[in-house]
Structure formats: C-alpha cells, structure tokens
C-alpha cells in the first residue's frame, strides 16, 4: 500500500533482512514453525498476520511492530548494552528537583511493560494519522510528544485548595496517569507535580523502542522566545511576583530526551534529542532538538533550538518596578542559567551531571565562540523592528551599566544556607562593601517569599527594613537568622524559599539586588531490608521517621508499594509522634518475582505530605532440592 502498512510476501526458506520476509524454522505433518523478519524501516504498530492458501485466507493472530535499538540498522540503534538496559529496560526512574545547590531525589515507577501499556501507547499514536511516517522515530517522538501535551491540557484539572490537595496531586508513576487520559478510568489528575509529561513521554517512548531518559535543568530560562536576556522586575521592596512577566527564570525544569539518527539533519547530530515545545507560530507542537546542536549554538538547525539554547544560556537583568512604573536597573550578580543539567546514572541509584552535554565550561574559549556564533544566528533570525528594539534594549542596559560604574558604588553580597529543615531555622549574611572615601547611608530590605517551581510568588512570609550609615573603606556583613517561627504563613506544600537582600543609598539612584533560593527539607525515612531475598520467602523492612520538627505529627498515613514485592498498596496509619520522638514500624512481605525490585515507603501527615524513599533489592529463585 501507498502509506506501506500493508505488505505481501511468500513463504521461504531464506531470510531477507532488507524487506519483509517469512522463513520456516521448523515443520512436521501437524504444524510449522516460521520465522517473520521485517526491514528496519518498517512502519511501527499492531499488524495481523494472515495467510493466503490457494483461495482462502486465514488468520494467523497479531502482534506489535516497534523499534528496535538491538538491530544496527535501526535508527535507534544504541550500542551499549548497559544504556539500552537504562534507557530501554528499566522501569525504576529517578528524577531530579529541588535547586541547583540542593538536588532531591523522586522515585518514580515508568512501567512501560506494564500489561495494557503497549495497547496505550499504540492507541495514543493512532491519534496522529500520519501512518506513513511511523517508520521514523524524529516523527514518533515528536507525535508523542504534542499528543501527551494536548491530553495533559484536556485532563489535568487545576489544583483543589483544600486540606487534601497534596493526596489529590499524588502520582508515584506514569501508567495511571496515561490510562486515565486515554482511557478516562482511575483517579483524576490533578495539577501540581511539574515532571508528569516528561515522565510519561518517557514511558511512551520506551514502550515503543526508543531510548529515552528524563533530564533536569536548573535555573532553567523559560519563555524567553529564544532571546538571550531574561528580565526579571522586582518591587520597591524587592518583592518579585513573576506571573505576568514574559520570560522567567524557572527554579527547574524537566524534559524528555531520546536517542535516534538524524538522516534529516547530518550524522553530527545523530545521538540525544531533546523533545520539547515548539516556538508560537509554529505548526508542529513540538520540536526534536539535538544537544550537539545546543551546545555548538546552532540556533536555526529546528525550530526549537533557539528556545533550548536561551534556556541553558540566557542572562538574567533585574529591574526595579518604582511605584510611578519607571525602571531602574539595579546592580546583581548575573545569575547562573542552565546549571547542573541532571539525569539517573546508567546502572546506578546516582545522579549523573549531563551540563557538559550541553554547553561548554562556563568562562572557557569554545563557549566564548558559541555564544558569539548564536549571537549572529540570533540577529540574522530577527526582523528589522525586532532588531531596532533590541538595540534600543541594548543601548538602555549599557547605560544602566555606565551610570554604576561611574558612581562611588558599593557592593552587596548575600550568603544562605541550601536548605532549611522544616519548622528549623538557620542563619544567613548580608555583606556590604564601602570602598570608597565616603561614608554611605544605607536602606537594606531583606525578605523572604515562598515561591513555585516556575519563580512565581506563592506566599510573602517575612520582611525586615533597616537604615544605617556605612563608614569609608569598611566591610559590614549583617547576620539574621531565618526561621519558619517568624514567617507570617506556613509555605505552600512543594513551594522553595526565596531569600532577597536590596540596598539602596544616598548621593545614588542606584539599587543593589541579590538573591538565592532554598530548599525545604523535611524529616528523613529510613529503610533497613536485605540487599537480596529468595522468591516466595517472607521479607521484613523496618522504616524509621524521627520527629525533627518543633510541633507534633499527626495523621500519619504510611504507605508502601513495589512491583514484583508487593500486590497492590498497602497503607497503614500511626498515631501522633510528638517532637523528639521516632516513628518505628516493620513491614513483612512475599517477593514473588525474580529481578531487581524497588519497595518505595511514602508517608503524609498534618506537617509534609509525599516524604518518600525507596530501596532496592535482589530476588533470586529458590535452589531447587538435590
């Protein structure tokens, strides 16, 4: 047939591996073994299989064609072993969140070889109806990848606002997720876990035979429209809301990456593609684009490049928004973009650092070269009010910058801890720096502000101002101390803490800014099991939680799961565990498969929800007797 999902061919003793061919195997009187050896190119889906005697036809069953990274005349072909048992195989996933400075760990469970994931993943490509074009992996990925997001619009309800909106949001793995936006059956899925596309996709992609892994970019620019400044504005406070603003920092930011050629583009960029979203404008939802082609700051190879490359490259400016709306721009240290760029280790629980993947070590020559090459590719890419703006833009910045430069300015350092435990306080610094003959007076605001994942204000929680004269040639470094027993409200459930520091002072229009964003840690569950266990044999875990809040934990729900371990989920609840205290439980089990396993335990109470861990271990079959 002309889309080629159709083809005819004879019974023979020899195999041809170039087109579609059937061998005998084995034969008797009462049946035949055969063979079916399809080319690597063959379009991918459900087929029947039929077999034409004479005059009749009969049916022979079905079965699912999908890629296959084994076969070097794939173009998914992966030749390392332990890659393809990652990136193929395993269905144990860790991503990454958190900060930069502070990396959590998510255990999630993909299940491509879950019973009905197959069935799923074939469904939610029928949607494309360009059959044609399933031979190609670029096409596939692609179709996923805007088909999830249209259901991911379609499905995902915003987040309750009630006491129970963190149970609402739960997901420890992708298969629901994918049932009930196909299927409608299962839970609702609910707004709030940032990674669930790029988790499902994953899932899809591997299902179907293409190597994929989730990554994770810290301080992440986004919606940038592929420009390489991003401007952040803050209030006279320095309290900044980020919704309205077009582009915008992200504290991180997950995708989906896959292995393929790229006979479209050249052999320079076969290897790790990155799915993501297309610019406005553009047909197609979603864009494949290669991480060589980022890191050497080819901005035009696709359509998505530019936006990839400004999100791990863009430098960030921040204005101060006065009540009349005029700007100022206010002295900061540039802010890192595009840092520590995380993904799960091959064959190991360790998260391995991918940044050289996408761009060279900061300060070095060939990242000086990329960004002059991207900086050509970006005004060649511009229209000619595009390009009069952003010199204007351009030439107002300079300004900006000449007018700090040319006065007696001073110099504003802040220093914070990663983390803070929850309900725990610690300590931060602010330093100021007088370099000149001239003593200062000084208005210093610091606040803290609870904040979303994408950088937009969730609650303000804290603020101090304060006046003071900063004397010639002196160093002043101010310590506070940051705790949740002055904060105005608890922060919002999976929120960061960002900390500001803003100086203004006399004889100078010019404001100093500085930021850093922390993590919340909350308290540590410990799993004590064996490394190994025997198929069918009991096994007992022993979970321990100690109480490091300043208040009590009450509500406790444990729960526990683990495929090839446990049937279903259990979940058992506790009574309160006052501070000072530990929750000490055991659990016992069957593992009643052969493999590796993970046993995740997640607790939720009145304090936190989703405290998660997990441990592996080994099930290997009982000896069989002498």
Known sequence: MANRTQAIFDISSL???????????????????????????????????????????????????LFNPWSREDAVFLWNEAQRSEYLLNQNGLIYLGTANCIQTEPWDFGQFERDVIDLSVRLLGENKQREKWSDPTHVAQAVGALLHDHKKKCVLPTPQTQDAALLTKRRGSVPILRQWLTGQGRPVYDGQAWVLAAVACTVLRCLGIPARVITVFSSAQ?????LIVDEYCNEEGLQNGEDQEGRIWIFQTSTECWMARPDLSRDYNGWQILYPTPRGVL??????????????????????????????????????????????????????????????????????????????????????????????????????????KERAEKERAKKRMEHETVDRLYLFLEAPSSLPLRGDAQFFVTLVNPNNQEKTVQLTTEVQAVSYKGILAAKLWREKQSFTLSTKLVDRKTYRLSFSSFEQNPPENSFLRL???????????????????????????????????????????????????????????????????HK?????????????????????????????????????????????????TVIAPELPA
């Not at 034409?52 to 064609?65: M, P």
Request: aromatic share 8%; hydrophobic share 35%; charged share 25%.
């Open 284 to 389: 197609e939802a979603y864009d494949l684009v290669p991480v060589r082609a980022v890191k050497e700051g080819k901005l035009t190879l696709t359509p998505a490049a530019a936006d990839v490359f400004a999100a791990v490259n863009a430098k960030c400016m921040v204005w101060k928004r006065h009540d009349d709306a005029t700007l100022e721009l206010t002295a900061s240290n540039t802010k890192y973009v595009g840092d520590n760029i995380s993904t799960k280790g091959v064959g190991s629980e360790h998260c391995e650092d991918i940044t050289q993947n996408y761009k060279y070590p900061e300060g070095s020559l060939e990242e000086k070269k990329v960004l002059e090459r991207a900086e050509m590719e970006r005004a060649e890419m511009e229209s000619t009010e595009e390009r009069a703006e």
């Open 15 to 65: 195999r041809n591996q170039k087109q579609w061919s059937v061998d005998v195997e084995e034969r008797d009187d009462q049946s035949w073994t055969i063979s079916v050896t399809t080319p690597a190119d063959a379009i991918i889906g459900k087929y029947s299989l039929l077999l034409q005697v004479l005059d009749k036809t009969h049916s022979l069953g079905q079965f699912t064609l």
């Open 569 to 617: 989920e259990r979940t058992y609840r506790y009574k309160t565990v006052r501070p000072g205290r530990t929750l000490r439980t055991q659990f016992q089990f069957t593992p009643t498969r052969v493999g590796v396993w993970r046993l995740t335990v997640e607790m939720d109470c009145n304090m936190f929800q989703n405290l998660t861990n997990y441990k592996n271990v």
């Open 223 to 227: 919606g940038t429209g592929g420009k």
């Open 500 to 566: 500001t520091a803003m100086a203004t002072y006399s004889e100078s229009n010019l404001t100093l800014f500085a930021q850093e964003d922390i993590a919340i840690c909350r308290p540590h569950l410990a799993i004590e099991m064996p490394e190994k266990a025997e198929q069918y044999q009991p096994l007992k875990a022993f979970i321990s939680i100690p109480n490091s809040l300043d208040a009590p934990m009450e509500d406790c729900v444990i729960s526990i799961y683990g495929r090839g371990l446990i």
